[in-house]
């Protein structure tokens, strides 16, 4: 059973910084991609930033030059360092992957969120 565990969400005040983590655990065969994803009440879910299998990156607008993501492959890991935060980023965080376990089909799986708060 192939799980996304995430943390490091939290309450900040606006500028200041958090770092998401996500890892996958269980047996996985292949990861194509792994992001992250946020939903702020009231709106859709919405891509913020993803990294593919071969290293190739894309952010939303938004978040362009204050969050960095980075994959660790051996830990089957991702990371979101969240810089100049805003009140407008808060939002529940879902880590993404789309990932192959061992006989099965590439699929879509998702962490449980972590609520991530910013204070004016």
């Known amino acids: 059973q192939v799980q996304l565990v995430e943390s490091g969400g939290g309450l900040v005040q606006a500028g200041g910084s958090l770092r998401l983590s996500c890892a996958a655990s269980g047996l996985i065969a292949s990861i194509n991609a792994m992001g992250w994803y946020r939903q702020a009440p009231g709106n859709q879910r919405e891509l913020v930033a993803i990294i593919f299998d071969g290293g190739s990156i894309n952010y939303a607008d938004s978040v362009k030059a204050r969050f960095t993501i980075s994959r660790d492959n051996a830990k089957n890991a991702v990371y979101l360092q969240m810089n100049s935060l805003k009140p407008e980023d808060t939002a529940v965080y879902y880590c993404?992957?789309?990932?192959?376990?061992?006989?099965?089909?590439?699929?879509?799986?998702w962490g449980q969120g972590t609520q991530v708060t910013v204070s004016s």
């Open positions: 993404n992957s789309v990932l192959r376990a061992p006989m099965g089909p590439t699929r879509n799986y």
